[in-house]
Structures are given as C-alpha cells and as structure tokens.
C-alpha cells in the first residue's frame, strides 16, 4: 500500500491525510477481493522498519489501525470475513495488541476472506523469528536438525496455515519488494503499478487480477506443452 505519503503531498496535504485516504482504500480493496472470490488479500500496513517515522505519524498510523478495527470489525465479521494478523507481537503496544487478538479470536470461525494484516513486519525478522523457534525446539529434543528443511521452516512463520501469495501488488511505482513476504512470494507473481494507494480502485484491482490470469506460471518447471512436445 505505498504512496500515501506522496499523494498527499502532491495535493499539498498533511501525510496523515494520505493515511487517512488510503484506509479508504483498504476498504474498497477488501471489498472487492470478496466480490472476485479471492480467498486470502494481505495488507502490508506497519513495517517493522515503519518505526524510525516521525513519532505523530506512527501515532497517527496506529490510530488508523485502531479506528480501522473499532469501526469495521462488526461490519467485517458479519461479512464472513476472517482476519489474520502477521508480524511480530513482541513490545507492541497495550493499546494496540488486543484489538489485534480480539479481530482474530472475533473472526475465528469465519469462512469467507481472510483478510490478512502485516502488522509490525518484516519479512526477515520473521524468518529468523521462525529459525529460532526450530532451534529451540532442536535444544529442547523434540527435534533433530535432519528434520529441517522447508516445510519445517514454513511450518514455523507467521503466516503458517496460509497459502503462498500468487500475486503480489505494490502501488506507487516502486519497483521492490521491502521485506514484504520474502520466504512466501518465492513463485508469486510481481505487479508494480503507478497509482498511488489511495487512487487504487476496484477497477484497478480487476485489471491487476486479469494481467495475473495472463501470467505463465511454471513454478521452476516447464510450460505444460513443451513436455508434451
Ligand atoms: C505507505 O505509504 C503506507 C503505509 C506505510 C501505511 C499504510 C497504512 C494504512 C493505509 C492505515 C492502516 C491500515 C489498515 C489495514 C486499516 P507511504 O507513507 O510510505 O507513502 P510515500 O512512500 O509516498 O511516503
């Protein structure tokens, strides 16, 4: 979701606004993966690096969250929406971390989107997270070091339990991935497109979702009909 900054200074306006803005857009987005029957959208909201920023806009971003959770949770779960929250929990705030638990626990049962939310993360933070969770089981014996291998590590990841992405969406034009999903995009198709995050309309989405459909995937394998001649 990148871009807000700028597009709120491009029409003179307070970053916050842009924020502001772009949750606007976040709802429009979630809307629309439900209607085109996406199973999982993730969001990257807060960065684990998210917090060298001004301290008013951190506090503005986490009164986004905040806000966001309050106003659209009841709205969401009656919607069949599921809400997963990735990133770290360590150190986060007391205002902030049992709205996150309480979207997760609220959503539980649901079983239509799962919407998921990066919160505090960082892609390589999380896989060292995950790597030391398998060397502790290694200390502890309830585990050798024969039985690591990729499965083990991604059974350990925060996003344990959700399919990998296959495509992945970055607004604004840049062209990079910025810690987002490293381990799991590993075969997911990349999209950069121009807009803004606040500009991303649902028309925009569609047309992302059909250049996708477009996409050869081959998975490190070879296209279908080349094996058959
Ligand atoms: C990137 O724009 C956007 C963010 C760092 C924050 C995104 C968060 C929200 C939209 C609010 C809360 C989230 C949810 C899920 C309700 P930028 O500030 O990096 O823009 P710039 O690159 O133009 O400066």
Not at 160 to 173: A, N, Q
């Amino acid at each position: 979701m990148d871009g807000n900054g700028r597009w709120a200074q491009q029409r003179g306006l307070p970053r916050t606004m842009g924020h502001r803005k772009g949750v606007e857009a976040v709802r429009g987005a979630v809307r629309a993966a439900g209607e085109a029957g996406i199973a999982y959208l993730t969001l990257f909201a807060f960065s684990s690096e998210n917090w060298t920023r001004p301290e008013t806009e951190v506090n503005d971003l986490m009164g986004l969250l905040k806000a966001f959770i309050r106003r659209d949770l009841a709205e969401l779960h009656a919607e069949n929406v599921r809400i997963r929250v990735i990133g770290s929990r360590e150190n986060l705030r007391s205002d902030i971390l049992p709205l996150l638990l309480e979207a997760e626990e609220t959503t539980r049962q649901n079983s239509g989107l799962t919407l998921v939310i990066a919160f505090n993360y960082g892609a390589r933070d999380e896989i060292a997270r995950a790597a030391k969770k398998l060397a502790a089981m290694v200390a502890e014996g309830r585990l050798s070091t024969d039985e690591i291998d990729a499965v083990a590590l991604d059974r350990q990841l925060d996003t344990r339990g959700i399919p990998d992405p296959d495509l992945v969406i970055r607004t604004s034009g840049e062209e990079r991935l910025s810690n987002f999903l490293l381990w799991q995009a590993a075969y997911a198709e990349l999209l950069f497109v121009p807009e803004f995050w606040p500009d991303f309309t649902r028309e925009i989405f569609f047309a992302a979702l059909e250049t996708y459909a477009r996409r050869d995937r081959r998975f490190g394998g070879v296209k279908s009909a080349a094996v058959s001649g």
